[in-house]
């Protein structure tokens, strides 16, 4: 499956050494490794130096966008559904010392608190074949965008100008729309979900999302008010709520009560605006809202499916990193993290491929 993937994206590289060093690299990123870095990859390969490997990310001439395109038409192939879900969130990567483009001490939720750091957006795609990451952009602080001499030092091109998060979620979600990507949602916690000018963005394009949102969002009422939504959730009357699974995870099904609310006034024609909430079955007063856009007929246990399928880009952050090596790079240039990335997504679609094939297997069986 490796190999075929490989072959897939062969004439991304000019040169036939680091194409093959290419499909090496994957390989070590799949294999047992404790750590899975230039080192570690090269001694797996035999060789007695990672100066091959380092250069593949840093020297080589191969073109890392097109691989990504081509990383995420072999997904669409393998698991691409019509009623496939795109989700967008970031990841952190720890990091030491301050020449690592992108880095400072921000946020992440994988330390769960302010860190020294870089951060990745990411796209991921999913539907009942499996899910996998499609698309990347590296978080580029404005401490960074303003100092353009240290942005040089690590290999930021001139014209990569400050982009949100947000921003960046936008980008991926209009080159998989351009590419043809099969799709009928999209989710995103509420980092992005409360940024309006993004729900409009989709709406513009006709795109149906379930976006997770803060307790003090507001939205418009059929009756013409503005109204925060948890003040709009906590009016709805018991017998609105419905005791739903979002799907099994790794503790077993993800069962809560559910409820939904139109919104808006004035429906354009075919769809529909709702806020979903999603309550904790063991504590009542544990509440999750989301702004929904989609067709008129969408059905609670529709949202409910969407609303739950963010995990699918959790998962995939948690593959990616165990079995894939996506954060164990040593890499200090910009270029090079996305050179590194790419090939650590590609070898998680790689085994995305191997287990849905497996998984039809067993169906067939």
């Not at 948890?230 to 005791?243: F, S, T």
């Not at 979002?246 to 939904?260: F, L, M, Q």
């Not at 090596?325 to 890499?331: A, E, N, R, T």
Request: net charge positive.
């Amino acid at each position: 499956m490796l190999s075929g993937l490989h072959a897939r994206f062969a004439a991304r590289f000019s040169r036939s050494e680091p194409r093959a060093r290419a499909l090496t690299y994957m390989a070590g990123l799949i294999a047992p490794l404790e750590r899975k870095n230039g080192w570690t990859l090269a001694e797996r390969a035999g060789e007695g130096h990672p100066i091959g490997m380092q250069r593949l990310l840093a020297e080589a001439d191969w073109d890392a966008d097109g691989v990504r395109d081509d990383v995420r038409d072999f997904v669409v192939g393998t698991i691409g559904a019509k009623d496939g879900i795109l989700i967008g969130d970031d990841t952190g990567f720890l990091k030491k010392g301050s020449r690592s483009a992108g880095v400072q001490r921000q946020y992440t939720g994988t330390a769960g608190r302010t860190e020294n750091s870089q951060i990745g957006t990411f796209l991921a795609y999913a539907s009942a074949k499996g899910r996998a990451l499609i698309d990347r952009e590296l978080y580029l602080p404005a401490s960074w965008t303003d100092d353009r001499e240290r942005c040089r030092t690590a290999g930021v091109p001139d014209d990569v100008p400050f982009a949100t998060k947000n921003e960046h979620f936008r980008w991926m979600l209009q080159r998989a729309i351009d590419a043809g990507v099969p799709f009928a949602w999209v989710t995103a916690d509420e980092a992005y979900g409360q940024v309006k000018h993004l729900r409009v963005w989709l709406e513009q394009r006709g795109v149906g999302y379930v976006l997770a949102t803060r307790v003090n969002d507001t939205v418009i009422t059929t009756g013409w008010r503005e109204v925060r939504v948890d003040e709009l959730v906590g009016a709805l009357p018991r017998q609105a709520w419905k005791r739903l699974s979002g799907g099994r995870g790794s503790h077993g099904e993800r069962v809560y009560d559910w409820a939904r609310v139109a919104i808006r006034p004035m429906w354009e024609d075919g769809v529909g605006h709702w806020v979903l909430a999603r309550r904790s079955v063991s504590d009542p007063t544990e509440i999750a809202h989301y702004v929904c856009f989609g067709p008129v007929a969408t059905r609670l246990k529709d949202l409910v499916k969407v609303a739950a399928a963010r995990w699918a880009i959790e998962e995939s952050f948690q593959v990616a990193k165990n079995e894939c090596g996506l954060d164990h790079y040593q890499v200090r240039r910009y270029d090079a993290w996305y050179r590194h990335i790419t090939l650590a997504m590609a070898a998680l679609a790689a085994l995305t491929a191997i287990r849905a094939n497996e998984l039809e297997k067993g169906a067939a069986d």
